[in-house]
């Protein structure tokens, strides 16, 4: 099994970045195409963003153009650079694998709020 554990969130502004990391456990890492997802209160979980293993990357039409998903294989991380935050993208963050068939992570919480 993989392992993730999300950091980096918190309180910002309308407008304002964040940058999400998530580092996995195994080095297998490096072979799993990754996944941001995000759940926000009473509503379900949702891919935001996706990489492969080769490094193509996906996005939500509700991210794409603010949001900027990248990995280093080297330290079994996957990043979520946020910019443009809205209220809307005040969730708890996670990451797994594109097809998330890993035990989830703890997540991280994103408020977007003035």
């Known amino acids: 099994q993989v392992q993730f554990v999300e950091s980096g969130g918190g309180l910002v502004q309308p407008g304002g970045s964040l940058r999400l990391s998530c580092a996995a456990s195994?080095?297998?890492?490096?072979?799993?195409?990754m996944g941001w997802y995000r759940q926000a209160p009473g509503q379900q979980r949702e891919l935001v963003a996706s990489?492969?293993?080769?490094?193509?990357?996906d996005y939500a039409h509700s991210v794409k153009g603010r949001f900027t998903i990248s990995r280093d294989n080297a330290k079994n991380t996957v990043y979520l650079q946020m910019n443009g935050l809205a209220p809307e993208d005040t969730a708890v963050y996670y990451c797994?694998?594109?097809?998330?068939?890993?035990?989830w992570g703890q997540g991280t919480q994103v408020t977007v709020s003035s």
């Open positions: 797994n694998g594109k097809v998330p068939r890993y035990n």
């Open positions: 990489i492969t293993s080769s490094g193509n990357t």
């Open positions: 195994r080095s297998i890492f490096r072979f799993i195409d």
